[in-house]
């Protein structure tokens, strides 16, 4: 028995039905999910009908599942992802310039995953709770979670740091976003990247790769209980979600040079342990 497990928490029939079913959609996916995911993993089986049922009845029997070790459920089963950038792919610009630095760092070589690319690209994305999922979907790639209206503060952030990889690159900048359809959904983005634009001192294009008109019907997607015809990402499935996000990336990443770089990463390192093994 685990340390935290309640022996004495014992949910009723429904209740142990719920949470069989969530913990089935947890072990489908290779990453932490949130529990806002969940609960329209749910809406969609039809275990819950209505948006309110997410605070009133959702969250307070995941919450006891998880508090008393039910069936598998941990304190730290589900993701709770901040509003953040994930900034990644960076590096240093050679093989020599990394040399020099094994002296002050140790071995490893990550080298900047855009040298060789056409575009520089970076992803948006209105739903922070799936920071999880656009991080095991993509690889090298700033990611930018919006969580709703971004500050004032943080649209400067990302306009700044939009900037300097133009400027450091010499690439065209692509941004792809992924968000909710609704009202909310297609203004943040409006107004957000608005001033982002303003904010930066370079040129970039935003390519809004989904949800747009027509995906709730084309993904048979739930549709928001309390707004019907508008959709939320978290709505979508697993499989839909990445054939979209990755789709979204070839076509604006050239992989095969990025995998070339890891592969010179690998070389480099091993090179370099086999010389130190050696060297008395």
Request: net charge neutral.
């Amino acid at each position: 028995m685990m340390a935290y497990e309640n022996a004495n928490y014992r949910p009723n029939k429904k209740s142990r039905a719920i949470l069989d079913r969530a913990w089935a959609h947890v072990r489908q996916v290779p990453y932490k999910v949130t529990a806002r995911w969940l609960f329209y993993r749910l809406l969609q089986d039809g275990v819950y009908s209505a948006k309110e049922d997410y605070k009133a009845r959702f969250l307070p029997l995941l919450s006891r599942a998880r508090h008393n070790g039910y069936g598998g459920w941990k304190p730290n089963t589900l993701a709770d992802d901040s509003r953040e950038r994930f900034v990644r792919g960076v590096g240093f610009e050679s093989v020599d310039t990394w040399a020099s630095a094994i002296k002050r760092r140790g071995i490893s070589c990550n080298l900047d995953k855009w040298t060789g690319q056409r575009y520089y690209v970076q992803i948006l994305f209105e739903a922070s709770a799936m920071a999880s999922q656009f991080k095991h979907y993509t690889r090298h790639i700033t990611l930018v979670p919006f969580g709703g209206m971004p500050s004032i503060p943080f649209k400067w952030e990302i306009a700044q740091g939009i900037e300097e990889a133009s400027r450091f690159y010499s690439l065209d900048v692509k941004i792809l976003y992924f968000g909710d359809y609704d009202p909310a959904g297609l203004v943040i983005p409006e107004t957000s990247i608005a001033d982002i634009q303003k904010w930066c001192g370079v040129d970039f294009d935003v390519v809004r790769v989904g949800l747009n008109e027509g995906d709730g019907e084309r993904y048979g997607m739930p549709e928001n209980p309390d707004k019907p015809g508008t959709f939320q990402w978290e709505g979508l499935s697993d499989l839909d979600a990445r054939g979209m996000i990755q789709g979204a990336v070839e076509r604006y990443v050239d992989l095969d040079v990025m995998a070339a770089l890891e592969d010179r990463e690998r070389d480099a390192a091993d090179d370099l342990a086999r010389y130190l093994a050696a060297w008395k």
